[in-house]
């Protein structure tokens, strides 16, 4: 077997494709990893909040004045991220842009900020039609109140990645590994995973895991935080509370098939903690690794056998997550 790869920047990451193919297959595995790169760069264009022209900041310009025509990919992404916010009780919502800016500026936004941003939150408030003209399918969207926005860059990349391995399923490669930064779809023989232990330097793994064909996303309160009169904080903000969410969980780390879905059931997960977080993750059919405040490693029953710890690591290893009564966190050690 012969490696092809291909880096480029993109969604406000690296991102990286690597095709393992016969010599015979070399110009479609070259073929291939061009297209993803082109497509991802389009998608960019479309999808970026910081590009003025984009579809998404035409959407956020106009809220509350009418509908954008916008893209198959755009109007897509859309309608996922409406049905995705739903399902986790609104704890993943594309339209908490305003609230995800204030936090960026790196201070601790008053209080009327907060309020007012999370005014302007509801994803139920997206709206996304499919035209039917002479020439085809026109897609359009908007948003129903003035002063709201949304934001991709929770499910961006997942999206990418799904779309990536269109692609390459199209063309008939099932043997790749795609990482935009950070999300990973693995290829179709065995592959470990490292779960990022937090703290350390990136690459530095608390544990890993054994996956064949499947999406891996992991989201985390260690990065991107800032210190307020000696208090810090995450950038995974709860829509409920305008705050960074104190669920108790350092990271969240998701295996499933659709990279889409597990970008934003990560955050969803990580908002909803433990108990509510594991009961979501069931009910959609994933398996997961949770790394508490207290440094435990806890894991669903599927991964539990696949997974190997970092041997320096002080770890906490369940048979199965259990989350029917206030119990759960004695019964999951």
């Given at each position: 077997?012969?490696?092809?790869?291909?880096?480029?920047?993109?969604?406000?990451?690296?991102?990286?494709?690597?095709?393992?193919?016969?010599?015979?297959?070399?110009?479609?595995?070259?073929?291939?990893?061009?297209?993803?790169?082109?497509?991802?760069?389009?998608?960019?264009?479309?999808?970026?909040?910081?590009?003025?022209?984009?579809?998404?900041?035409?959407?956020?310009?106009?809220?509350?004045?009418?509908?954008?025509?916008?893209?198959?990919?755009?109007?897509?992404?859309?309608?996922?991220?409406?049905?995705?916010?739903?399902?986790?009780?609104?704890?993943?919502?594309?339209?908490?842009?305003?609230?995800?800016?204030?936090?960026?500026?790196?201070?601790?936004?008053?209080?009327?900020?907060?309020?007012?941003?999370?005014?302007?939150?509801?994803?139920?408030?997206?709206?996304?039609?499919?035209?039917?003209?002479?020439?085809?399918?026109?897609?359009?969207?908007?948003?129903?109140?003035?002063?709201?926005?949304?934001?991709?860059?929770?499910?961006?990349?997942?999206?990418?990645?799904?779309?990536?391995?269109k692609i390459l399923?199209?063309?008939?490669?099932?043997?790749?590994?795609?990482?935009?930064?950070?999300?990973?779809?693995?290829?179709?023989?065995?592959?470990?995973?490292?779960?990022?232990?937090?703290?350390?330097?990136?690459?530095?793994?608390?544990?890993?895991?054994?996956?064949?064909?499947?999406?891996?996303?992991?989201?985390?309160?260690?990065?991107?935080?800032?210190?307020?009169n000696g208090k810090?904080?995450?950038?995974i903000i709860d829509?409920?509370?305008?705050?960074?969410?104190?669920?108790?969980?350092?990271?969240?780390?998701?295996?499933?098939?659709?990279?889409?879905?597990?970008?934003?059931?990560?955050?969803?997960?990580?908002?909803?903690?433990?108990?509510?977080?594991?009961?979501?993750?069931?009910?959609?059919?994933?398996?997961?690794?949770?790394?508490?405040?207290?440094?435990?490693?806890?894991?669903?029953?599927?991964?539990?056998?696949?997974?190997?710890?970092?041997?320096?690591?002080?770890?906490?290893?369940?048979?199965?997550?259990?989350?029917?009564?206030?119990?759960?966190?004695?019964?999951?050690?």
């Amino acid at each position: 077997m012969k490696t092809i790869s291909k880096t480029f920047f993109a969604l406000g990451t690296v991102n990286t494709i690597q095709i393992f193919y016969h010599e015979e297959e070399e110009d479609l595995a070259i073929w291939a990893a061009e297209e993803i790169r082109r497509r991802t760069l389009a998608m960019d264009d479309r999808l970026s909040v910081f590009k003025e022209e984009s579809e998404i900041s035409r959407i956020n310009a106009r809220a509350g004045r009418g509908l954008t025509e916008v893209s198959s990919d755009t109007a897509h992404i859309l309608k996922e991220a409406v049905e995705l916010s739903a399902a986790s009780d609104n704890t993943f919502d594309i339209t908490t842009e305003a609230l995800t800016q204030l936090w960026h500026k790196g201070t601790v936004p008053k209080s009327d900020e907060i309020e007012k941003a999370r005014s302007m939150i509801g994803a139920e408030d997206i709206i996304v039609k499919d035209i039917s003209t002479p020439d085809g399918i026109t897609h359009k969207a908007g948003l129903r109140r003035r002063g709201q926005s949304i934001g991709l860059g929770s499910i961006a990349k997942g999206y990418a990645a799904d779309q990536a391995k269109k692609i390459l399923q199209c063309c008939g490669i099932y043997s790749a590994t795609i990482n935009f930064g950070g999300t990973i779809i693995t290829p179709d023989h065995d592959m470990r995973i490292g779960i990022q232990w937090p703290w350390r330097k990136t690459g530095e793994y608390i544990g890993s895991i054994l996956v064949r064909n499947a999406a891996i996303v992991t989201s985390g309160s260690y990065e991107n935080r800032f210190v307020e009169n000696g208090k810090s904080y995450h950038h995974i903000i709860d829509p409920a509370t305008g705050y960074p969410s104190e669920s108790g969980l350092l990271s969240v780390t998701l295996v499933g098939g659709s990279a889409t879905e597990l970008d934003a059931f990560t955050t969803a997960v990580f908002i909803l903690g433990l108990e509510k977080g594991a009961a979501l993750m069931h009910e959609r059919g994933l398996e997961g690794v949770f790394i508490t405040n207290e440094g435990e490693v806890l894991m669903s029953r599927g991964i539990k056998d696949s997974y190997k710890p970092n041997e320096t690591v002080q770890k906490y290893i369940t048979d199965n997550f259990s989350y029917n009564t206030k119990s759960d966190r004695d019964a999951l050690r």
